[in-house]
């Protein structure tokens, strides 16, 4: 079992198309989390994924 973190914009259309995949690997038995900015945590989550915010220093929650 591996952990993978996916880092990506905090855009709803560049989070989209990872959470296929995403699912695939942790059916498969990997832990799976996102890092992102604290703004597109709530997003990641909804979908069921843990999310670890980066960068909190320089783009604090609701600075996008």
Known sequence: MAT?????????GHLLPTFKLARQLRAR?????????ADGGDFVRRQGFDFIPVLE???PRGTM
Not at 29 to 37: E, I, K, R, S, T
């Open 4 to 12: 993978i973190a996916f880092m990506l914009d905090h855009e709803e």
């Open 29 to 37: 038995g990997h832990n799976v989390y996102y890092l992102g900015l």
């Open 57 to 59: 220093h320089v783009f």
